[in-house]
């Protein structure tokens, strides 16, 4: 089967996916460098000259940098916790024998394929606008008066709308996690004296723990570039209150068009998204050998 | 027409190397098993032979013609495979007729063929169905359909019967020993078991650590086992292997009494032991003796045999069936 | 084996599961209703849940009003585009590297995995003035060479993780039986390795589809897809509820029917193979 001929070959079939990803990853990333050791703005074409790492240092002392990395944190770890949690119990509950279970299944599954945008823009107007939002009829009838959700609480819209979004995933692993657990060993935990607790905890919980480990890094990675959401709820406000790194870096760009800084800033994004990176390779490199 | 002779053939991967040098001639119609146990490079050995890997150093001779370097399907071998590897995509009937495609045969030829060996194996009722309806045995029989349609100069079996429970282990094995009986084709097998090399084969080729140890038929490995491993290895229940001063006395440095060579008493004997366990087969009765002075034994006796868990007893060794083994344990 | 469970508690846990089951998918069923409403009733307090005047009007009219059928086939064109291009190119990288394994087989795979996790804004700019440079902003062509290869890195693993399933002893047994490459590869590899490729092209469809970054970015009105349509609706059109729904529905019908018939593979996707 190993001969060297087919080694070579391998290579060859290897060669076009290898090539294309390293461009992809190394062209842009190289100009983003480049760009941000430049003064670079697009209103101002020819002017280009290098400042060294003055885009840095505007970029990490600017406020707007502050509440925009304290919002993309809070916004991964919201959603997280959310979406961890209440998968966990949906997943519990789906693989109970209920009645119905594969459409059930179906419902909870559904927000996952929603577009980004539409989920949004549902979520605005529908729900949570302040007139004609159902929850704002929800607590007229209650006699509460109806809470501007976007413009009183931004961040945490976003993070119930992202939430919804991103719970079908973690459930949906969380159940394949859970319907891969050996009957006989909830069993044998039986036979030996354990409670439902007990055995949640002890036998349950402990052969989640890789699935609860890769929802966690799978998202962060996503969560890190949540865009279009904020793109069309709040564009970032008030202020800054909904701003994340990667809004703010589009900000910079594409409505500032300050090319320099806000290559800055995706370096800096980059790098924070590495660190995340580092643990889920590990972790997925781990189970490769397995 | 299905003679294979191996001339000083070794296959290394990367540092390791599986199998030093093997030289072996296979006569035509022979059934031959290749015993060891797991990390011999018995199933190496195999697939060299098949051709699924390249080998490092030597020459593969297959009926007179050298195929060192032809590639598996130029062979004219054919293989059943442990998994039994059917496509599972394909009828019964696809899996046994591919090899006939795949040689460009007509398809009023093929479809003649594939009945045969469907009638053979018993699998007329089955052909329309896929692998996985299928059951082990049955699927075991589709994997030899599948090499006997081609008449293969030789048959290659890896283990084919380790998937299988007990009880239809024994009844394959039959099958498998009728086929070569009525095919009179060369058949190389795999196995573990002693058993199944001990049953069926017409020459058993012993192999440890990448070697030969003994090639012969399965009563002259029986009979004339040439060193410790080959002594250890052949034989249900296990030699006894003794060393110390019994063994010193008999000029050797190991002794082997098979358990089936003592005769056991009540009354009297040369050796004097307590019995610890005794495994009652009906038939036969196993025991586990522990000996004075000579250390744990197993004796074989008749099935009528009294005894139990504590007694003492009598044991005498045929002193006409000993092996004497030497420091390097060759037998002397 | 199954538990004996009382039929009361599972009549309990039924409630429970599909209440909140229901409450999750509530805000797609609500567009759903919602789309077939006229404007004055979609804003209407108290709102009507299923007594209403039913109409498609809405429908017709986002047609009418902004060619929603370019943006439709703007997303089948880039969706369907990209995933073909992406497997064409994938799919010798995977066989490769599933059947005849390197020891860098998995130093490459996991460098592919870790091209997925740069941010996207880490090569917005470039890629921006790229395609500003090259006429390539607000194209298909453009949308289709960016998905393709943002992409590209789970196409490539998750055919990996389904060739590797084939047992190898089945490609041995082919050639035992006299198949050459090419037969091999028709008669035993490709019906073995079809459902494979069919559950990544799915999955890849929907990611595509609902790619909401770069298509943002990079599209404005003549190539956007779906996405990039409907955020056109965040002011001030979207105070039209029924028409935002009616566009909505449309936009995710397709990709929730194909959605649910791919759960399985989503986790297998996902997770590059972490979880099965």
């Known amino acids: ?95 109970q024998p209920i009645f119905g279970q594969g459409i059930v299944r179906i419902l909870v599954i559904a927000p996952f394929f929603v577009m980004p945008t539409v989920s949004a823009l549902v979520w605005k107007n529908m729900f949570m606008n302040p007139v004609n939002g159902l929850f704002a009829w929800i607590s007229r009838s209650f006699g509460f008066a109806p809470l501007d959700f976007l413009a009183s609480i931004p961040l945490l819209s976003i993070i119930i709308i992202v939430a919804w979004q991103w719970l079908p995933f973690a459930t949906l692993i969380m159940l394949t996690a859970l319907q891969s657990l050996d009957e006989e060993q909830k069993d044998a935990a039986e036979m030996d004296g354990a409670g439902a607790v007990s055995r949640f905890l002890y036998i349950v919980l402990p052969h989640m723990a890789r699935a609860i480990t890769v929802v966690i890094l799978i998202e962060t990675i996503f969560l890190l570039s949540v865009f279009a959401e904020i793109l069309v709820t709040t564009n970032g406000g008030p202020g800054t209150a909904s701003t994340n790194l990667t809004y703010l870096v589009y900000a910079q760009a594409l409505l500032q068009f300050d090319i320099g800084g806000a290559s800055a800033g995706g370096i800096v994004a980059v790098i924070l998204a590495n660190i995340v990176a580092i643990f889920l390779v590990r972790l997925i490199g781990k189970n490769l050998e397995a | 027409m299905g003679s294979i002779t191996l001339r000083n053939v070794s296959k290394v991967f990367g540092e390791a190397k599986v199998i030093p040098s093997i030289d072996l001639d296979i006569e035509d119609g022979e059934f031959v098993v290749f015993v060891g146990p797991s ?22 001779v297959i009926d007179g013609k050298p195929a060192t370097d032809a590639p598996p399907a130029r062979r004219g071998l054919a293989m059943v495979f442990q998994s039994y590897a059917l496509y599972p995509h394909m009828s019964v009937r696809s899996n046994i007729a591919f090899p006939l495609k795949m040689a460009g045969m007509d398809k009023a030829e093929i479809d003649r063929k594939v009945a045969d060996a469907a009638k053979v194996l018993n699998l007329t009722d089955y052909l329309e169905r896929k692998p996985r309806q299928l059951s082990g045995g049955q699927r075991q029989r589709v994997a030899i359909g599948r090499a006997i349609v081609r008449q293969p100069k030789a048959f290659l079996f890896d283990e084919p019967l380790s998937n299988l429970d007990a009880a239809l282990r024994v009844n394959m094995r039959l099958e498998i020993s009728e086929l070569h009986q009525q095919l009179q084709t060369t058949m190389i097998y795999v196995t573990h078991d002693q058993v199944e090399a001990m049953t069926m ?41 003794i060393e110390g001063a019994y063994a010193e006395a008999k000029g050797a440095k190991t002794v082997g009494i098979r358990p089936e060579h003592m005769v056991l008493s009540h009354d009297s004997g040369s050796w004097t032991g307590t019995v610890t366990i ?31 868990h504590g007694d003492r007893v009598y044991i005498t060794p045929d002193e006409n069936r000993l092996y004497r083994f030497d420091e390097k344990g060759l037998a002397l | 084996m199954a538990r004996k469970v009382s039929t009361r508690r599972k009549l309990i846990m039924s409630a429970i599961a599909w209440t909140l089951g229901i409450l999750i998918f509530f805000p797609i069923l609500w567009t759903f209703i919602t789309s077939f409403k006229t404007e004055a009733e979609a804003v209407a307090s108290p709102p009507s849940f299923l007594f209403f005047h039913w109409t498609t009007e809405n429908y017709a009219q986002v047609q009418e009003r902004s060619d929603y059928f370019l943006h439709f086939m703007n ?26 394994p390197t020891k860098r087989t998995k130093d490459v795979l996991m460098w592919m995995l870790s091209t997925k996790m740069m941010p ?73 390795a079809v459902p494979g490729i069919a559950s990544t092209l799915l999955l890849n469809i929907i990611l595509s589809w609902n790619e909401a970054f770069w298509t943002l970015n990079l599209s404005a009105s003549k190539a956007a897809p779906l996405t990039a349509f409907i955020a056109s609706y965040s002011s001030p059109e979207g105070l039209f509820y029924a028409k935002l729904s009616a566009a909505s529905t449309m936009a995710i019908a397709p990709i929730l029917i194909m959605g649910w018939f791919s759960q399985k593979q989503l986790v297998r996707g996902l997770t590059f193979g972490a979880v099965k």
């Open chain 1, 1 to 95: 089967m190993a001969t060297t001929h087919t080694h070579s070959a391998a290579r060859l079939m290897m060669a076009p996916s290898v090539i294309l990803l390293f461009a992809w990853m190394a062209v842009p990333l190289g100009m983003t460098i480049y760009f941000s050791f430049l003064r670079y703005n697009l209103l101002m074409p020819g002017m280009e000259e290098y400042t060294g790492f003055l885009n840095y240092q505007y970029f990490l002392t600017d406020p707007a940098f502050f509440a925009a990395l304290t919002n993309t944190l809070l916004l991964v770890g919201g959603v997280l916790s959310i979406t961890i949690i209440g998968g966990i119990a949906f997943a519990l509950l789906l693989d």
């Open chain 2, 39 to 60: 990390g011999c490079g018995k199933s190496t050995l195999l697939r060299l032979i098949a051709g699924l890997e390249d080998v490092s150093g030597g020459e593969i």
């Open chain 2, 201 to 241: 084969a017409d020459k058993i080729v012993v192999l440890n650590k990448g070697r030969i140890e003994q090639v012969g038929s399965p009563l002259d490995l029986y009979r004339k086992p040439a060193n410790l491993f080959v002594a250890g290895f052949i034989g249900s229940p296990k030699m006894n292997l």
């Open chain 2, 278 to 308: 005794a495994e009652h087969l009906g038939s036969d009765t196993f025991m586990h003796i522990e000996v004075d002075g000579i250390g744990t034994v197993t004796a074989r006796a008749n099935g009528d045999f009294a005894c139990r």
């Open chain 3, 75 to 100: 997303s089948v064109v880039v969706s369907l585009g990209s995933t073909f291009l992406g497997l064409l190119i994938a799919i010798p990288a995977a066989w490769a590297m599933a059947f005849s």
């Open chain 3, 120 to 192: 996207p804004v880490g090569a917005l700019i470039p890629i921006y003035l790229i395609f500003r440079d090259g006429g390539l902003l607000d194209t298909r062509t453009g949308l289709v060479i960016v998905l393709t290869l943002i992409n590209l890195p789970i196409i490539v693993w998750m055919l990996y993780t389904y060739f590797k399933e084939i047992p190898g002893e089945i490609l041995e047994a082919a050639r035992m039986d006299g198949a050459s490459l090419p037969k091999e590869i028709v008669y035993v590899l490709t019906p073995m």
